[in-house]
């Protein structure tokens, strides 16, 4: 099938932790993948983006690495804070294709 | 978002009237789409367009149509709101090669 599956949320860490939040996804073809950041009250941004294996999006200090081995596009932070609290969104689209599929969203809390 | 403007941003209303929510896009984008966002169920599609007059179902239609006339609006119409049409509604815009853009919302109640 075609889809996008995260880890759960929140995810409540302390300033300056190390984060990962796990993202795979199932698709035929060879999507571009997208993490997009959602703050209280907003609308969804992209945060970064990779189209094609072993590409690196990289955006404010996340990064994530497009791994068809694993169909893996985990979003890492070396060093979160309080500001980054927020639901973060796995998505893939298809080359080509024009509609994007998204995840459930993980909710991010960072304490000071 | 920069680009996109949805209106209202905040309404109220009564069960069975209509509602409709306006999209206005000045990027000239190609596809435009409306989703809705509820706790526990992420974002879910509604309907999206891919040309003016050119629409098509998402995952969660029923209850909803949309019409875009022109290539920078994409209208959603409650035809009859129901309160299990209570939500935050978002618009997105994309075109070939540029990934999909959201508005700010509009939160919607009925009561």
């Known amino acids: 099938g075609n889809s996008v599956t995260q880890m759960e949320g929140p995810v409540t860490l302390s300033e300056e932790a190390f984060l990962t939040i796990n993202c795979t996804y199932t698709a035929t073809g060879y999507p571009s993948l997208f993490w997009y950041v959602q703050y209280p009250g907003e609308g969804l941004q992209l945060l970064l983006k990779?189209?094609?294996?072993?590409d690196k999006g990289s955006n404010k200090g996340f990064e994530a690495t497009y791994r068809k081995e694993t169909t893996s596009f985990h979003l890492e932070k070396g060093s979160v804070q309080v500001s980054d609290s927020a639901v973060y969104f796995c998505?893939?689209?298809?080359?080509?294709?024009?509609?994007?599929?998204f995840g459930a969203g993980t909710r991010l809390f960072v304490k000071a | 978002d920069a680009g996109i403007t949805q209106s209202p941003r905040h309404k109220v209303t009564e069960t069975g009237t209509p509602v409709t929510l306006r999209c206005h896009q000045t990027?000239?984008?190609?596809?435009m789409y409306w989703y809705r966002q509820d706790p526990g169920h992420g974002l879910r599609l509604i309907h999206y367009?891919?040309?003016?007059?050119?629409?098509d179902k998402g995952e969660v239609s029923d209850g909803y149509s949309v019409s875009r006339s022109k290539t920078e609006d994409f209208l959603l119409t409650l035809e009859s709101a129901t309160s299990s049409q209570t939500s935050v509604y978002f618009c997105?815009?994309?075109?070939?090669?540029?990934?999909?853009?959201f508005g700010e919302g509009s939160w919607l109640t009925v009561v």
């Open positions: 990779a189209t094609k294996a072993d």
């Open positions: 990027e000239n984008h190609r596809y």
């Open positions: 998505a893939r689209t298809h080359t080509g294709g024009f509609k994007t599929i």
């Open positions: 997105a815009i994309s075109d070939p090669e540029v990934p999909i853009y």
């Open positions: 367009s891919y040309g003016v007059k050119d629409t």
